[in-house]
């Protein structure tokens, strides 16, 4: 047998971006374990809190090189395993250790076979973390209306998930089926000790005086179930992607005190589709840590309404809008081929702060890498 690989199967919503930004920082010290983690994510990168894992920082790297323009899916299919097989051959350890967040969203039966190859002449380990069904399902639901212009309520996004086949959880069986050694970790069980859990099951020492533990870092904040509900009713009722925009901008920086609320008929239909897939999951994970089955006491969606301060911070966006930004970056289209036509700077720089942060030029970073990172430049809906 050769190395021991170790792949981190970075599922949405459990704490992947903080676990990548710690293994960028601490690539000296996991090397004195005997672990390598190639190609960490640069400064720049951690500073502004955009960490997607050293998998795909690289493909991307590669796809920007080779002009590469296809989907995220094809990108997978054209550099995955040469950077898997680069990474293990270039590594001066015995351990090896990739994470990808993108993993979870793209398994398909090929990548599973080529897993199943690879672990044939090297010892593989997956590891993922899960989380209890509603609030991962709320937590991704807040993702996408803060990064993919999603206007569904609550409800109806997860029925549509629920119709699709599970999303994320349609994907878990087949690592479950495939034979491979698949480890799987209780992310609400965790969550105030992430990195601790992580490094312990993939045989690494968290108590070692090198490694840079920060703890409860949070890499991609959320916005509450209130705020995220005021950005998808502006884009469905206005058409203004750019007041989502501000929204979504001002939010960052207001952190709700209120907790998501629980509406009961969700909880209820996410644990009856899942039933069986949960119970799978739960044989793997320790005793004590598995995921709840039973539904929890909850309100009614038509009980959850928004307060009077909701409503005036709203209107003060929607007079930012009204009045209009002074000052636009402004892109040279001839000079930046395969932009969009209606790709809008102000607001890829508001719906992506890390970049604002970084202060690069809007269409320059969407070309190189926001497009292969799936970001996106204004909502789905635009008036």
């Given at each position: 047998?050769?190395?021991?690989?170790?792949?981190?199967?970075?599922?949405?919503?459990?704490?992947?971006?903080?676990i990548q930004a710690f293994l960028s920082r601490n690539v000296e010290a996991l090397a004195l374990q005997g672990i390598s983690y190639p190609s960490p994510e640069s400064a720049q990168v951690l500073g502004a809190g955009a960490c997607t894992g050293n998998l795909l920082h690289v493909m991307q790297r590669r796809a920007t090189a080779d002009h590469f323009s296809g989907t995220v899916p094809e990108r997978v299919d054209a550099y995955l395993d040469v950077t898997i097989e680069e990474s293990i051959s270039t590594s001066g350890t015995d351990t090896v250790l990739l994470s990808g967040e993108f993993l979870g969203a793209w398994v398909t039966p090929g990548r599973i076979a080529a897993?199943?190859?690879?672990?044939?002449?090297?010892?593989?380990?997956?590891?993922?973390?899960?989380?209890?069904?509603?609030?991962?399902?709320?937590?991704?639901?807040?993702?996408?209306?803060?990064?993919?212009?999603?206007?569904?309520?609550?409800?109806?996004?997860?029925?549509?998930?629920?119709?699709?086949?599970?999303?994320?959880?349609?994907?878990?069986?087949?690592?479950?089926?495939?034979?491979?050694?698949?480890?799987?970790?209780?992310?609400?069980?965790?969550?105030?000790?992430?990195?601790?859990?992580?490094?312990?099951?993939?045989?690494?020492?968290?108590?070692?005086?090198?490694?840079?533990?920060?703890?409860?870092?949070?890499?991609?904040?959320?916005?509450?179930?209130?705020?995220?509900?005021?950005?998808?009713?502006?884009?469905?009722?206005?058409?203004?992607?750019?007041?989502?925009?501000?929204?979504?901008?001002?939010?960052?920086?207001?952190?709700?005190?209120?907790?998501?609320?629980?509406?009961?008929?969700?909880?209820?239909?996410?644990?009856?589709?899942?039933?069986?897939?949960?119970?799978?999951?739960?044989?793997?994970?320790?005793?004590?840590?598995?995921?709840?089955?039973?539904?929890?006491?909850?309100?009614?969606?038509?009980?959850?309404?928004?307060?009077?301060?909701?409503?005036?911070?709203?209107?003060?966006?929607?007079?930012?809008?009204?009045?209009?930004?002074?000052?636009?970056?402004?892109?040279?289209?001839?000079?930046?081929?395969?932009?969009?036509?209606?790709?809008?700077?102000?607001?890829?720089?508001?719906?992506?702060?890390?970049?604002?942060?970084?202060?690069?030029?809007?269409?320059?970073?969407?070309?190189?890498?926001?497009?292969?990172?799936?970001?996106?430049?204004?909502?789905?809906?635009?008036?």
């Amino acid at each position: 047998m050769g190395k021991k690989i170790i792949i981190h199967i970075g599922l949405p919503k459990t704490g992947s971006s903080a676990i990548q930004a710690f293994l960028s920082r601490n690539v000296e010290a996991l090397a004195l374990q005997g672990i390598s983690y190639p190609s960490p994510e640069s400064a720049q990168v951690l500073g502004a809190g955009a960490c997607t894992g050293n998998l795909l920082h690289v493909m991307q790297r590669r796809a920007t090189a080779d002009h590469f323009s296809g989907t995220v899916p094809e990108r997978v299919d054209a550099y995955l395993d040469v950077t898997i097989e680069e990474s293990i051959s270039t590594s001066g350890t015995d351990t090896v250790l990739l994470s990808g967040e993108f993993l979870g969203a793209w398994v398909t039966p090929g990548r599973i076979a080529a897993l199943q190859a690879l672990s044939r002449r090297h010892e593989v380990l997956i590891v993922a973390f899960v989380r209890d069904l509603y609030d991962w399902q709320v937590s991704g639901w807040k993702q996408r209306v803060k990064a993919n212009g999603e206007t569904r309520d609550l409800s109806e996004y997860v029925e549509a998930v629920i119709e699709g086949g599970g999303g994320v959880l349609r994907r878990l069986p087949q690592f479950l089926d495939s034979g491979l050694d698949c480890r799987l970790l209780n992310y609400d069980h965790h969550k105030q000790a992430l990195i601790r859990a992580f490094l312990h099951v993939i045989g690494a020492d968290p108590d070692a005086p090198e490694l840079l533990l920060e703890a409860d870092r949070l890499d991609n904040p959320s916005i509450s179930y209130w705020q995220a509900t005021q950005v998808g009713m502006a884009v469905r009722h206005t058409g203004s992607s750019r007041l989502a925009a501000l929204l979504l901008d001002r939010f960052r920086s207001e952190k709700d005190p209120r907790k998501d609320p629980v509406i009961g008929d969700v909880d209820r239909r996410l644990l009856e589709a899942h039933r069986e897939i949960v119970s799978r999951i739960n044989r793997l994970l320790p005793e004590g840590h598995e995921l709840r089955r039973t539904p929890r006491e909850g309100m009614a969606l038509g009980d959850v309404g928004f307060s009077a301060e909701d409503m005036t911070r709203f209107m003060q966006t929607v007079r930012l809008v009204l009045d209009g930004p002074e000052l636009r970056p402004s892109v040279d289209r001839a000079r930046q081929e395969g932009l969009p036509g209606d790709f809008d700077p102000y607001e890829y720089l508001l719906r992506n702060p890390d970049v604002a942060a970084a202060k690069v030029d809007p269409a320059e970073h969407y070309l190189t890498y926001g497009r292969f990172e799936g970001r996106t430049y204004r909502s789905a809906i635009d008036g």
